[in-house]
């Protein structure tokens, strides 16, 4: 499938390049809005499913590649230690191939490079010595083709998915608690994985690093309960506390570069240079807002999403099926709405809303954890599931699950 489209912008960057490399290099732009068009209606062209297969990572995604396919990376095996970390390529007829595989968990969703390389990293690290697990994370860089271009290994374990800056180097996070002392580091590398500079911080993180459109890198800190934005060498620039409360999500971007950011209860606007603008306390919520192009706000909370206003005013709200909404809506190129949602174990909907907040249709799945909703080109939206195996032949295991990827077409 050949797409046509410039989507340099799409994924947290300004700079032309950077999204040249794949029609979704990341799981989520920092707007989340997208350059092309929900369907009016829908129907499931097609379904596949991976037993014994799940995925180890915190935030689970696919990212679509420049020619359509999806790329995913789960953990087959199920059974430790004959476990095998995958990265799989998805066709949009449905036909798979297992473009890499290693003996390790792969902890990550995969991101793109401009450069078409697929980045993954592990939890874990493989001895020199003895082939077994050991201390220590690795990150991949992996062809197209699915053959490895280069791995970069570090002491700590990987955190957070790599993020791919808008120069193209590639920012990794680690983490490690000694005699109870955190001890957090800020990787740089270059595309061919040759190591930068580093920084160091006595805390974990909440977040892959985010880039503003000014370039500035912004990391939340979980220990010091605060906000930093560093520049692409390094240095520290401004560090904002948050409260008391530790944060879970990576901030939205607005587009005249506010930075808004969710910490325990609370939304907080924050300007470009550090300063907070405004905040709202009345969650819990559950993603950082998605933001349309007028600026408005669309926050998902319990049930529900607010709409908010550029000043942190509610402006209505709209009901969706779920009790949990799986992440912020994403905004199509018209302004309507695509959320998923869920109550767990039960059911999980697939649903779009016009911009004045009336749903325009719904996709219903039974018995299955909606885990991501992903929409691409062509009116194509992909919806990935993940199901727990229950019964006599399957063995009693947490990771005796198997995923489920729903394809829809307008």
Not at 363 to 377: A, E, G, H, N, Q
Request: with cysteine; proline share 7%; hydrophobic share 40%.
């Amino acid at each position: 499938m050949k797409n046509n489209h410039t989507f340099h912008g799409k994924s947290g960057s300004a700079v032309e390049g950077y999204d040249s490399g794949a029609i979704l290099p990341a799981v989520y732009p920092w707007d989340r809005q997208s350059p092309f068009l929900i369907p009016k209606e829908v129907k499931c062209l097609w379904k596949i499913h991976e037993d014994y297969a799940s995925f180890t990572a915190l935030k689970v995604g696919v990212v679509i590649d420049s020619e359509g396919c999806l790329i995913l990376a789960d953990t087959a095996g199920q059974i430790e230690p004959n476990h095998e970390g995958r990265i799989l390529k998805l066709r949009p007829d449905g036909s798979k191939e297992v473009l890499f595989s290693c003996a390790r968990h792969l902890y990550s969703h995969p991101v793109i490079h401009a450069n078409h390389a697929i980045l993954v990293v592990t939890r874990d690290s493989v001895s020199a010595v003895t082939g077994k697990p050991d201390a220590g994370s690795t990150l991949f860089c992996v062809a197209p083709d699915g053959m490895l271009k280069w791995t970069f290994d570090a002491a700590e374990s990987f955190q957070v998915p790599p993020s791919v800056g808008q120069n193209g180097n590639i920012y990794c996070y680690s983490f490690v608690s000694q005699q109870d002392v955190p001890q957090g580091k800020l990787f740089c590398l270059s595309p061919e994985g040759a190591l930068l500079w580093t920084h160091d911080f006595q805390s974990a993180t909440w977040t892959a690093p985010v880039f503003t459109k000014s370039g500035l890198l912004l990391l939340g800190l979980n220990h010091k309960k605060s906000l930093v934005a560093l520049d692409q060498n390094g240095e520290i620039k401004w560090e904002l506390s948050l409260g008391s409360a530790s944060a879970k999500k990576p901030p939205s971007i607005g587009p005249d570069g506010t930075i808004y950011c969710l910490s325990g209860r609370k939304l907080f606007a924050i300007s470009p240079d550090g300063e907070i603008k405004w905040e709202v306390q009345s969650g819990p919520f559950y993603d950082p807002p998605a933001i349309r192009k007028d600026g408005v706000l669309f926050l998902p909370c319990l049930g529900k999403m607010l709409a908010l206003d550029q000043e942190g005013q509610v402006l209505g709200e709209i009901a969706f099926s779920g009790a949990i909404p799986v992440s912020a809506p994403i905004i199509d190129a018209n302004g309507n709405l695509l959320q998923g949602s869920c109550n767990p174990k039960t059911q999980s909907w697939v649903e779009v809303f016009s911009p004045s907040g009336e749903k325009l249709w719904k996709y219903v799945t039974r018995s299955k954890d909606l885990l991501s909703v992903t929409l691409s080109d062509h009116g194509r939206i992909y919806a990935l599931y993940e199901k727990e195996l229950t019964g006599a032949k399957y063995l009693p295991s947490y990771q005796a699950s198997q995923w489920h990827l729903h394809a829809l077409q307008g």
